[in-house]
């Protein structure tokens, strides 16, 4: 299990990714976000990817294979790291913020309520 997002103490980074505007703010919507659903996903490496960028877990490969075992990977939950509704792709997509990971949760909620309708 990966936080996209991670924990612990974020490097600039990441403040000025999820914060630019206040890179201070970084702590507090860190706090607030971290834990979500919508800022987890699988991968088989998660304490190589630890504090990397965005970009470097989207693009991480086993470094024995050279097989891609970051975001990239082609998993159903790693499709939803995008925002496809406003024409990002992964390859496009170069930045992880708030929004996202709230999107992100919220499309979690919506499969979890198709799977288990009580209808």
Same mark, same amino acid.
């Given at each position: ?50 504090? @990397?960028?965005? +970009?470097?877990?989207? @693009?991480?490969? +086993? ?7 970051? $975001?990239?990977?082609? $998993? ?22 708030? +929004?996202?990971?709230? @999107? @992100?949760?919220?499309?979690?909620? +919506?499969?979890?309520?198709? $799977?288990?309708?009580?209808?």
């Amino acid at each position: 299990m990966e936080h996209i997002l991670p924990e612990g103490n974020l490097p600039d980074t990441w403040n000025n990714a999820i914060s630019p505007d206040n890179p201070d703010q970084a702590k507090e919507i860190q706090a607030e976000c971290v834990h979500l659903i919508g800022n987890l996903t699988l991968t088989p490496y998660n304490s190589e990817l630890g504090q @990397r960028t965005f +970009d470097e877990k989207k @693009r991480y490969k +086993d470094p024995t294979s050279s097989d891609v075992t970051g $975001l990239a990977m082609p $998993l159903k939950i790693n499709a939803s790291i995008p925002d496809t509704e406003n024409g990002e792709t992964l390859e496009s997509k170069t930045t992880w913020t708030a +929004d996202d990971i709230k @999107r @992100r949760s919220a499309w979690f909620a +919506d499969q979890i309520t198709k $799977l288990y309708s009580l209808n």
